[in-house]
């Protein structure tokens, strides 16, 4: 199973990105899916989960600034980042569970000045 994560870039502090993540329609549907963020030297960490029935979850972090979404007849799980700081840089990737555990390849979001 093969996601598809886009949308990463550089932005400036304050400023906001979209990620937007595809996976295969046959496994989207049952799973939850979740982006995840990872700088060098750290482990990866949740940022934001959306499961199932579109209960939400997200890191401490990111409360109140990052939006989960998920559209069920795109088959694609969006990520609304918003009021971005340098802390937000990292390599964001896209993930699907427990039913068919699969990652996506990663997109770089770069926040500075």
């Known amino acids: 199973v093969q996601l598809q994560a886009s949308g990463g870039g550089l932005v400036q502090p304050g400023g906001s990105l979209r990620l937007s993540c595809a996976a295969p329609?046959?496994?989207?549907?049952?799973?939850?899916m979740g982006w995840y963020r990872q700088v060098p030297g750290k482990q990866r960490q949740l940022v934001a989960a959306?499961?199932?029935?579109?209960?939400?979850t997200y890191s401490d972090s990111v409360k109140g600034r990052f939006s989960i979404s998920r559209d069920n007849a795109k088959v694609t799980v969006d990520l609304q980042m918003n009021k971005l700081t340098p802390e937000d840089t990292a390599v964001y990737y896209c993930?699907?569970?427990?039913?068919?555990?699969?990652w996506g390849q990663g997109t770089l979001v770069t926040v500075s000045s």
């Open positions: 993930r699907m569970w427990p039913l068919a555990d699969a």
């Open positions: 959306i499961d199932s029935g579109g209960g939400t």
């Open positions: 329609g046959s496994f989207f549907r049952s799973n939850t």
